[in-house]
């Protein structure tokens, strides 16, 4: 049974493919096309939010419209599947944070489905120094239960061979991670064909060592606290 919330976001990309077919033959239905606008924007909003059932509905009523007018001739409009478009994306994601949520969230607006790799608990451990706080195969269950991540898998230790794996036509990268041309050359190097985007700035400065250091710290002055008063 597919999840009302993966139905939404299959109707939304067909339906925003489908708005290259229209044009209007009437004046007179420019208000009623906004109107089906309208519609179709709620319904994005209603997905963000995790209201599918309600912008199911409302993205119906945009089709509803549309259809309507298209029957008394005022425009041209025709159904039209979108094309899938792979997005990959890559990280520790070790102590998911704000910040990570709204770079899978960007990352999951480049195409239409997004593939998440979780870098392995050897590569954590030689990049960072330390160990992670949780184990790659609980990181990657952390990611894959989010609602704009398609899938999410322990990656290997040639980052490039999970993205032959997925295949993408688009690399998403969070604002610190490798430079774009430097990418865009290893992935020509070993002939793979895929658009590299980079989101401009981080959301609010978060990142996983200063959550950390936070946790860290009120964490151990609490404990110290509780321990004194015994």
């Not at 199911?56 to 008394?72: K, N």
Request: a neutral charge; glycine letters at 6%.
């Amino acid at each position: 049974m597919i999840d009302v919330c993966e139905r939404l976001w299959r109707y939304i990309a067909n339906f925003n493919e489908s708005l290259k077919s229209l044009k209007i033959l009437d004046s007179s239905a420019r208000h009623i096309v906004d109107l089906a606008m309208a519609y179709f924007s709620d319904s994005r909003y209603y997905y963000e939010k995790g209201d599918c059932v309600t912008g199911i509905a409302t993205i119906s009523y945009a089709e509803g419209l549309l259809d309507a007018l298209r029957s008394l001739g005022l425009i041209e409009w025709s159904w039209v599947k979108a094309k899938e478009v792979r997005v990959f994306a890559a990280g520790s994601f070790d102590v998911l944070h704000p910040g990570h949520i709204e770079f899978l969230k960007w990352a999951s607006m480049q195409g239409s489905k997004l593939f998440v790799v979780v870098s392995k608990d050897s590569n954590y451990t030689r990049i960072k120094g330390v160990e992670p706080i949780f184990k790659d195969f609980e990181r990657a269950i952390i990611v894959g239960a989010l609602r704009y991540v398609y899938k999410a898998f322990v990656g290997y230790d040639d980052f490039l061979k999970s993205v032959e794996e997925v295949k993408p036509d688009i690399i998403a990268l969070g604002p610190d991670q490798i430079d774009v041309n430097e990418l865009a050359r290893d992935l020509r190097n070993r002939g793979i064909e895929a658009h590299v985007v980079k989101m401009p700035e981080r959301v609010l400065g978060y990142s996983s060592s200063s959550v950390k250091e936070k946790v860290c710290s009120v964490w151990c002055r609490s404990g110290a606290q509780n321990r004194s008063s015994i």
